[in-house]
């Protein structure tokens, strides 16, 4: 039985470093946000930096690790077995909730999932023993005060870190304003030495100070000297800032990257417990049930030693540190999800990851009424003043491809790092994600980083994230309490069960990430080139030929899908026909993300080719939808047919289309051959034959008429229809290609000479 135990503890382990990876994939990432956003140095710089944070919090974490241990159960009433379910249970769920997200496109938080993992399966272990034994009572069972007080940290850390954010944000930009180099130095070292008294009040005093590493007679003398240390520390940091200054350093850029190391280490010793908290129980659990269990039974030995705090070896730690700066390295995915928090708070226009919802829109509604009732309420010269302050216009940046600037960046870090250090020194294990990522949307929306063309996508995507992570709660609480309830009553053979689907889930994750990412990047790496271009004519270019790319595959799905839609009509393919409905629906998705992608490059172009182009731009663009909207009319009766079994087309049907699909196929072939070459010999002629074959299939369409209305019986009406159906939609199909290829040679063809030289 024990060697059984002992399997568990080693899965439990392997999970761990898998947790690891993931997790720091997922949320290490956004403490390299800001300094990544505003390209203060080069990303091995960067990374460096945050290594060194990960490295020293990672080894000074201890203290949280009794979360998993006594943070929400109370391990003194659970015995060994019961221990060591409850810890299967967390990291199983973990990894399904995590595949489940994923495989979604939701954002998670490894914080919240741990402690509503905890919660789900204690929970349900507390009652299925409260029902067995009416001694015990959930009291007994559960710490429900520390719980409730995790939990409260965890959701009001939103709020708060949104409006500190916002409002240290607006007064630093009051301040500073966009043109920060040109002000006074003072000003900017009093800032650096704010900054950096803040960081060692919370990190080194706060932290380290009650570290178990560091001797009493220090912990009593930072206690005891806390005032008199700080106004060492403002004086001495705020001296060297100024000399760092006249040296030609840019503070504010030094700010970032000790602001980079403090986040790290705030992470590192806050989520470390979310990754190997558990884990690292369960070997302790397994370590005492082996060395003072004396044959006792793994249901009767009781887990005493779970209620003292954790003494975490440095080396697991170390190792945990070890592998964290490893995935942060290495993990292509780690590099790319800094993207959504960059996007939703960059200082420019940019691709919209996210559309509009009716909540976002009414929120944006009122604070725009809001905000304007309240600016009326001050004198004109200080509403002109105030704005002056914020003239983006002047904007100073390291870097042409930064999304904001070094004075932002500098405050995202410092109040993240100093939320995050503050809950942590007591005991809360505060979602790095949560705090760092509102941080950074409230001071856009103080920079005025939302305007009013995009305050409601970037409200929409905070909304999209916020939802995500209670929706992770839930489904975080309710998994867990179902798969330990499962445990509890199946035994060993469903958690062994449970191990090889989680196993499974993690190859099937893995692949379908990889398949995901080679998608994201094909797609978006043509509009990233565009927008970090500057020159209005090499925007020109590059946007016609992403319109061209567009166009091109467009057209090529289109016919694609035609086929796929007649012949599984023909054959009665309903599985064929589904995964074309799938398909149509997420290119009409995709279609639309391409088309604001070209807005934003139009409006970057020359505008005199931008207005003469715009028509032709637009009737491009809605070809390109309408080919999805004319094959879902077309599909959606095929469909309905084939799937409810209704009787098969004719043969003297498929006959008589026969003709004109090839026809279509020719046409089309040749118009996707010319856009995608940008050559348009054929350009006449296949108009030509598409207006012949429109003209064919109206014979064809009139023809089926008379014959429906002479037919002997009813039998074969559903098929008729669905077959009328088909003609009409095919002529509509022929003139969608008709408009796609007349606006692309429109669009494509040279500039007039009065608009080059213009």
């Not at 979360?67 to 060591?84: E, K, L, N, T």
């Not at 002047?394 to 405050?411: H, I, N, S, Y």
């Amino acid at each position: 039985m024990e060697t059984i135990y002992l399997c568990i503890v080693v899965f439990l382990l392997c999970l761990a470093v898998f947790d690891l990876f993931v997790g720091v994939s997922n949320d290490a990432v956004n403490f390299l946000q800001s300094a990544v956003g505003a390209r203060v140095a080069k990303f091995r710089t960067v990374l460096i930096i945050a290594s060194a944070g990960v490295i020293l919090g990672a080894v000074m974490s201890t203290g949280m690790m009794d979360v998993a241990r006594h943070g929400i159960m109370m391990p003194d009433h659970y015995s060994f077995h019961q221990v060591m379910t409850i810890f299967l249970a967390v990291m199983v769920t973990d990894v399904i909730v995590l595949d489940m997200f994923n495989s979604l496109g939701m954002p998670t938080s490894t914080t919240i999932s741990l402690v509503f993992e905890l919660l789900g399966g204690t929970f349900m272990l507390a009652f299925l023993m409260v029902l067995a034994d009416n001694k015990l009572s959930y009291g007994d069972l559960l710490n429900s005060n520390q719980a409730l007080k995790v939990i409260i940290a965890i959701f009001v850390s939103v709020a708060i870190s949104f409006f500190v954010g916002l409002a240290v944000m607006w007064v630093s930009r009051i301040v500073f304003t966009f043109s920060y180099q040109k002000h006074s130095r003072y000003s900017i070292a009093i800032f650096g030495g704010i900054a950096f008294t803040a960081l060692a009040y919370f990190i080194f005093m706060k932290g380290l100070g009650k570290s178990p590493y560091i001797p009493d007679n220090i912990k009593d003398y930072i206690n005891n000297n806390t005032n008199f240390l700080l106004l060492v520390t403002f004086v001495a940091s705020t001296a060297v800032m100024e000399i760092l200054h006249l040296l030609k350093v840019n503070i504010f850029s030094f700010t970032v990257l000790m602001g980079t190391f403090a986040l790290a280490m705030s992470f590192a010793g806050n989520d470390l417990v979310n990754f190997i908290g558990v884990p690292l129980a369960g070997l302790d659990s397994y370590q005492d049930f082996h060395a003072n269990g004396g044959g006792a039974s793994p249901d009767s030995f009781m887990m005493t030693s779970l209620m003292s705090s954790a003494k975490t070896p440095p080396l697991y730690l170390m190792a945990a540190g070890v592998i964290m700066i490893i995935a942060m390295a290495t993990s292509k995915k780690a590099r790319n999800v800094i993207k959504t928090s960059v996007d939703l708070a960059r200082q420019d226009e940019g691709d919209e990851m996210f559309g509009s919802n009716r909540a976002a829109r009414a929120i944006v509604r009122s604070s725009q009424s809001f905000i304007e009732s309240v600016a009326h309420l001050f004198p004109v010269s200080v509403r002109q003043w105030v704005n002056s302050r914020f003239n983006s216009e002047d904007v100073e940046l390291t870097d042409d491809k930064a999304a904001f600037d070094v004075v932002r960046a500098a405050v995202n870090l410092v109040v993240a790092s100093m939320l995050i250090t503050f809950g942590t020194n007591h005991g809360l294990p505060l979602s790095t994600t949560y705090v760092t990522f509102m941080v950074a949307m409230g001071s856009s929306l103080a920079d005025r980083a939302w305007s009013r063309e995009s305050a409601v996508f970037r409200v929409t995507g905070v909304l999209s994230v916020i939802g995500g992570w209670f929706i992770t709660a839930g489904a975080a609480f309710i998994t867990c309490a179902l798969v330990c309830m499962c445990m509890w009553f199946g035994g060993i053979v469903v958690q062994v069960g449970f191990m090889v689907l989680v196993v499974f889930l993690l190859w099937r994750s893995d692949r379908k990430y990889k398949r995901k990412q080679q998608e994201a990047k094909e797609s978006d790496d043509s509009f990233r080139l565009m927008m970090r271009t500057r020159d209005p004519e090499l925007v020109w270019e590059m946007l016609r030929k992403h319109v061209r790319d567009t166009q091109s595959r467009t057209c090529s799905l289109a016919l694609e899908e035609y086929n796929n839609i007649i012949n599984s009509f023909n054959s009665q393919n309903v599985k064929q026909l589904r995964r074309t409905d799938k398909r149509l629906r997420k290119s009409l998705g995709l279609l639309k993300k391409l088309r604001r992608q070209e807005m934003l490059g139009l409006k970057r172009s020359p505008q005199e080719l931008a207005i003469e182009r715009n028509t032709w731009f637009h009737v491009g663009a809605n070809s390109d939808q309408q080919y999805i909207y004319t094959l879902r009319r077309m599909l959606n009766p095929v469909k309905e047919h084939v799937d409810n079994n209704f009787n098969p087309v004719p043969e003297a049907y498929i006959k008589e289309y026969e003709p004109v699909m090839r026809t279509v196929n020719d046409l089309m072939k040749m118009s996707c051959e010319e856009i995608e070459s940008g050559r348009y010999d054929q350009y006449r002629s296949i108009l030509a034959e598409a207006d012949v074959c429109k003209d064919q299939l109206s014979v064809v369409r009139k023809k089926h008429i008379t014959r429906m209305q002479t037919a002997q019986d009813n039998k074969n009406m559903q098929v008729d229809m669905v077959y009328l159906n088909i003609l009409q939609e095919t002529q509509q199909f022929l003139s969608v290609m008709r408009h796609q290829l007349r606006s692309a040679k429109k669009f494509m063809e040279d500039a007039p000479r009065e608009l080059a030289s213009a």
